[in-house]
């Protein structure tokens, strides 16, 4: 790149036919997994017990199978392990396997009373970092709809475990009633589909000879790469500048010389894994909030509300938009509804994007593509699966450490997107389906406002490789993600800007 | 108590026969029983006094929605006092028939048309072999009628999942497509109290209770 750059600029103009270089165009089809009704369609009435009913129905099969596998002729010390249909079923000194939820119990969980202390005291305390209790009063536990066993034993330290993971444990009763565990098994990757099968299998549908058309889709596609970034945080003034219209000069190919260039002209599409806006400012308690006479004013009320970071996010990625299709998910700080799943940004927020986004009620994705967090869809054939960050921050806090690409891969051996969730992630009550549960094993999997950058590839007992990716946060490390969709390799394309210090 | 234990699928789950063959396969109309009808306006007084007996073991659920204080103002205008829940789940179920009637038109037609032939004596010999694998009889449960108690232990069987907040037919499908093989007496014995008109029979018993008392107590 040095060589090339050095020669390109600071010469006189030349008579050199250059020609322009394209954009490689994206083949991108999304699933609309995680949309939920709108308006009266969505209800509210149902209670949470219902989306863990439904997590045990769907993932139990699937490990209880694993466990008969390992476990079916097992003999230990001369006894033979039996399985047993309930947790309650469990009898005492009986070596036995049975599957259920994991619970936590964590006496620093948050906690209601917390809110209503909010109420009766001046502060409440500060969120914590972690869950975990110093001195060991957390207990974990097997449940299902007979009731509840608590769990003890070495697999529990040394396997990752959080409220909401289906799990079949092995082991026998103690006196005290609790289940000592001498091994577990978890559901594991599940099946993961070949590169180009939805979309070969949709053409199929479409069209009886569809094998010319085949050939055109896969010929074309060669060569192209995905930028991911997350975590811009634009709040609007000062120190954003600089570092984000580098990044927009970069994508928009007017940076560099000629062989970056051509690099970024490989980019199909971007994708921003949330937290574009940086977080407002915190609501007044409610004591104020009632002092305050509501004055007339026109327009908007500028102490409650800013528009400067939307403003200028708008302006970015109206930018960017005419040359590259951006996919938007919304993160935690972002204008979106606060529980998950997460609904797509509406487009009225963006009024110069919004020319590029699909109309209201089309099917077909527009060019400017605002989804749903979690999100899933199949791009360049490839099954890509992401989150703004929320479920992976949550399950950092149950366990000890900091390692991300091992909770990323615990997600994904669990089978569920969002474990934590109903008990300390907000989320929508899921009455006919747990949405977050993986049922097809994504190619890649990214999660976005990581502290910093991690990748890795996992294998699965089928044959399953996934590439993990944990993307950092733009304001902070200032750093672009490259992923290659012909070999889904990883590269880092980093900003920074000269700090004379 | 735990709920009572399935037995094995070959028992609970009886079987259908169909073909010219088979003697038992009557297609005939169903009868509106005439003992189920008598003891309808029975089952109110009576219901009555086992809501005491129930009340005492149901309990109040832990997280108590915010949602029917605040529809509460809204609603007290209407002439008919319906408490929010059971608005909500009878617009469940209304948007359930319109969804269902426009989706899965040939495949919810299936189900329940199967389920309609369905003959009386069946529904008796499914309840029959119910009440033999207790010890003792039920109790508190004199007044009500076959199909009342069917549904009752239908929406007590936890293994598809907690009644409250769903329909009972929305339930029993969705038991049904996650393969947890509910048995289809409990189905004809929906679509006939449907087919009675019979709107007390969508949700469950103790959703009814926990609704009136969340709304009751003020």
Known sequence: ?501 | MPPTRRKTSTRAQSTLAFGPNSSSNKVTKPLAPPSSTKKSPKTKPTSKKSDAALLDETSVPSTPSPAPEEEKPSLAEKTVPESPRTLAIRNQTTSLQEKSSKREEIKADGVEELARKIPETQIRKYWKNKEDERIAPRVHQGGLSINEKILRHFDLSSQYGPCIGIPRLRRWKRAEGLGLKPPIEVLAVLVREEGKGNKGAEKAFMDGLLASRLSGGD
């Open chain 1, 1 to 501: 790149m040095e060589d090339d750059d050095a020669d390109a600029f600071l010469r006189p103009p030349s008579d050199e036919k250059y020609s322009v270089i394209e954009r490689t165009p994206s083949s991108y089809n999304p699933l609309h997994s995680f949309d939920l009704a709108k308006g009266d369609q969505k209800h509210y009435q149902q209670q949470y017990g219902d989306m863990y009913f439904l997590r045990l129905a769907k993932l139990k099969p699937a490990v209880e199978e694993l466990a008969e596998e390992a476990w079916g002729d097992l003999e230990i010390a001369g006894e033979s392990v039996r399985r047993v249909d309930r947790v309650l079923d469990v009898r005492q000194g009986e070596l036995c396997w049975v599957a259920g939820t994991v619970y936590m119990d964590m006496p620093l969980k948050p906690n209601i009373l917390d809110d209503i202390s909010k109420d009766h005291w001046i502060a409440a305390p500060p969120p914590r970092e972690k869950y975990i209790s110093p001195s060991g009063q957390d207990q974990t536990m097997l449940e299902d709809e007979s009731g509840r066993l608590r769990l003890i034993g070495t697999p529990l330290q040394m396997n990752m475990l959080v409220t909401g993971c289906i799990i079949a444990a092995m082991g026998t009763e103690n006196a005290n009633g609790d289940f000592e565990i001498i091994d577990m098994k978890v559901p594991d990757l599940p099946r993961q589909p070949q590169r180009w099968e939805r979309d070969e299998g949709s053409v199929a549908l479409a069209n009886g000879d569809g094998k010319s058309k085949l050939k055109e889709h896969k010929e074309r596609r060669e060569g192209s790469k995905v930028a991911l970034v997350s975590g811009l945080c634009i709040n609007g003034d000062e120190g954003d500048t600089l570092t984000l219209d580098l990044l927009m000069e970069y994508l928009t190919g007017e940076a560099c010389g000629q062989a970056t260039q051509q690099d970024v002209g490989k980019i199909s599409r971007l994708i921003i894994a949330g937290n574009s806006i940086a977080e407002g400012n915190p609501l007044h308690p409610r004591a104020e909030l009632l002092d305050k006479k509501p004055s007339k004013k026109y327009g908007y009320d500028s102490a409650a509300y800013n528009p400067a970071p939307t403003i200028r996010f708008d302006d970015f990625m109206a930018t960017l938009l005419p040359s590259i299709p951006i996919t938007l998910l919304p993160g935690e700080g972002d204008p979106a509804n606060v529980s998950l799943p997460q609904q797509p940004m509406h487009p009225a927020l963006f009024p110069r994007s919004r020319n590029y986004a699909s109309e209201p009620g089309s099917a077909e994705p527009g060019w400017l593509d605002s989804v749903t967090n979690p999100w899933e869809a199949d791009i360049d054939g490839w099954r890509i699966m992401g989150n703004g960050g929320q479920p992976l921050d949550d399950v950092f806090k149950y366990v000890e450490g900091n390692e991300r690409l091992d909770m990323m891969e615990n997600l994904l051996r669990w089978r569920c997107g969002a474990p934590t969730a109903p008990d300390t992630l907000w989320c929508y009550p899921f009455q006919d389906k747990d949405q977050f549960v993986i049922e097809e094993c994504p190619h890649v999997y990214f999660v976005g406002s990581q502290p910093a950058f991690e990748t890795a590839v996992i294998e699965g007992p089928t044959g399953q490789t996934v590439r993990l990716i944990a993307v950092p946060k733009f304001k902070e490390t200032g750093e672009l993600v490259l992923l290659d969709m012909d070999t889904l390799e990883v590269e880092i394309v980093k900003f920074e800007v000269f700090n004379d210090k």
